[in-house]
């Protein structure tokens, strides 16, 4: 079988995974004290043995929030949420 030139060379120098962004909204927050501690973790660290690979606080108001995690390697995440 013959791959044409350009599909090889398309596939030879294509770019590797690219770091993306991840937007969560949370909804139904029902108390607008204390703070919302989100963190994003491995997926394989899920049951709570894995470092957030990235985290942020927020003072709710209203009842959602939406927070931008930047620059997250390819990948498979859990979002782990605490309001306390």
Do not use: W
Not at 35 to 61: E, I, K, W, Y
């Amino acid at each position: 079988m013959r791959i044409p030139a350009c599909i090889l060379a398309a596939l030879l120098f294509a770019p590797g995974a690219q770091a993306a962004d991840l937007t969560v909204t949370l909804s139904d927050i029902r108390q607008a004290t204390g703070s919302l501690n989100v963190a994003v973790v491995d997926a394989a660290g899920f049951a709570g043995s894995a470092r957030p690979v990235q985290g942020q606080q927020a003072t709710p108001s209203g009842e959602s929030a939406t927070l931008t995690f930047k620059d997250l390697a390819p990948g498979r995440y859990a979002v782990m949420v605490t309001h306390d």
